[in-house]
């Protein structure tokens, strides 16, 4: 027997309604719990379930086949087994050692009594990879004295250091930044991993490196900031991260750290910046000064930032994509619904956005006047339609109040051709860090934390812009000493400059 916590009322039509509200709350639950055990078991990707790869195959990545069948494959597979495809050429940049190899000399001599001559030869090319090879430089500077007068000794002067009378060359310190930051290494990790080459580096060391790094580097970010401050449209997002000795704070309470991207294909910008605040001054600040387009998503805290004048604030159509795409995860099996109108609608603005990738920014203008404007004022229908009809407290119903409550900055990438549709560009530059995070789970002082965004911006600008990270930062760290002018400083910056690979 169940015990009731209060008297069920004796109107009919009172209790019709109670329990009209009661079933209402047990199908919200449902679908709750139904969204919480797909995203627990279920897959990741917003495709159709069509395309599904069985989960299982996550266990077994290292015996999976990586690569799936091309027109050109080498051979046919009998069977179910999947083709292999054509292996793509090693980098001609790398460094190549040829290995010749030759027949005996017995078997240079033909039956016949000749001896044979070289008509041709064949080639095949192997990956080598040598270990981490340490060593030590040893600077010896001369010293000079006269013997006929008592003149003080000269000597010699050596090249100017990013961080003085330190023992981390500008490839120690260019290894320790990438090691962390591009590969997600913790510093104790990196700590062991010296160890394991007879290196004694405390990781309290590997940090004050850090640190002092990200205070040279000051000028680059400036200038960075600067470039970023030039465009037409800045991607905006933020991310939780722990930082535990902050004054005044819990060590368990949250801090942030927000990103920007932005800028043209060929000086592109991602900058970071850590705040122990979420509040709405945080990207008043960071974009004080700016005028154009800011793309978000529906945070509140970027509301101030969308009143300043000059500021237009774009809303991501991938974020309210994402809720249809839940909602959907959660109907009926085999039933079609509201959610698939929706979002046959959303992958439709997504096929044209494709279409027009490639097309300049006029050309995407037109486009999107002529073929993306009639499916909006489709959508707004049957938003206005929909909405009144689903419970807001449904998966359907949230992704109906969403789209409902955006709906005027959704809209607004079809303004210009530059404007983009979504988010996605800041998402994918908060990702690496989001991704570190999982390795080394918090920051342990506010300056660390400070210097990490730091760093983090000139690796994701690096790399977003085609540089390889390590020889970038070498090449920077080797020169940052020497530079004194604004000039120097632009020379190092990533679309300035083409460092190459140390052989």
């Known amino acids: 027997m169940i015990s009731m916590p209060y008297q069920l009322p004796d109107d009919p039509a009172a209790l019709k309604q109670l329990l009209a509200y009661m079933q209402s709350k047990v199908e919200v639950l449902e679908e709750e719990n139904a969204l919480l055990r797909q995203r627990l078991f279920g897959r990741k990707s917003e495709q159709s379930a069509d395309s599904t790869t069985p989960q299982l195959a996550l266990f077994d ?34 460094p190549r050692i040829e290995v010749i190899h030759d027949l005996p000399e017995y078997e240079l001599i033909c039956a016949c009594g000749c001896r044979k001559h070289a008509i041709g ?38 090249p100017a250091q990013l961080i003085e009378k330190s023992m981390a060359s500008p490839s120690v310190l260019a290894m320790l930044l990438t090691t962390k930051y591009v590969d997600g290494l913790p ?21 004050r490196w850090v640190i002092q790094c990200s205070e040279h580097f000051q000028p ?53 910046d850590y705040t122990s605040s979420r509040a709405q001054d945080v990207p008043l600040r960071l974009l004080e000064s700016y005028r154009g387009y800011v793309m978000t998503d529906d945070y509140a805290g970027y509301n101030a930032l969308a009143l300043q004048p000059g500021v237009e604030r774009l809303a991501c159509m991938a974020h309210a994509r994402r809720k ?9 099996k085999g039933k079609s ?22 097309v300049s920014d006029e050309q995407r203008f037109i486009g999107r006047q002529e073929k993306s404007l009639p499916i909006l004022a489709q959508l707004k229908s049957w938003l206005d339609k929909t909405q009144p009809q689903v419970t807001a407290q449904s998966a359907l119903g ?14 607004r990438y079809v303004e210009a051709g530059f404007l983009p549709i979504d988010n996605n560009a800041a998402e994918r530059a ?26 983090y911006s000139l690796v994701e600008t690096a790399k977003i812009n085609g540089q390889e990270p390590y020889t970038w930062l070498r090449h920077v760290l080797e020169r940052l000493p020497h530079a004194q002018s604004v000039a120097d400083y632009e020379a190092l910056l990533p679309w300035n400059c083409s460092p190459e690979m140390p052989r």
């Open 220 to 272: 680059l970010l400036n200038l960075m900031r600067d470039r970023l401050l030039e465009s037409p449209v800045i991607h905006c997002d933020e991310t939780c991260v722990q930082v535990l000795k902050e004054a005044d704070r819990d060590p368990t309470s949250q801090s942030w750290m927000w990103v920007q991207a932005s800028g043209p294909p060929d000086r592109k910008v991602v900058l970071f």
């Open 121 to 158: 030869e064949e080639t095949s090319e192997q990956l080598d990879i040598v270990p981490m090879q340490i060593r030590v430089i040893k600077h010896i500077r001369k010293v000079y004295g006269c013997r006929g007068c008592e003149t003080a000794p000269v000597t010699a002067d050596k």
């Open 61 to 94: 990545e290292a015996e999976s086949i990586a690569a799936p069948a091309t027109d050109d494959s080498e051979e046919d597979v009998v069977g179910p087994a999947k083709r292999r495809g054509k292996r793509k050429p090693l980098s001609a940049d790398l």
């Open 187 to 207: 510093l104790h990790r990196f700590e062991k991993v010296l160890g394991r080459h007879g290196i004694d580096l405390p990781r309290q060391t590997l940090a």
């Open 324 to 332: 249809f795409v839940d909602a959907q995860k959660v109907q009926p």
């Open 337 to 358: 619904g509201r959610t698939d109108v929706a979002l046959t609608m959303l992958n439709k603005l997504y096929g044209i956005e494709r279409e027009l990738k490639d």
């Open 430 to 455: 908060i990702k690496p860090f989001v991704i570190g995070r999982k390795a080394w789970l918090f920051s342990d002082t506010p300056k660390g934390a400070t210097a990490s965004a730091q760093i």
């Open 398 to 411: 949230k992704a109906v109040h969403y789209l409902a409550n955006n709906w005027s900055r959704l809209e």
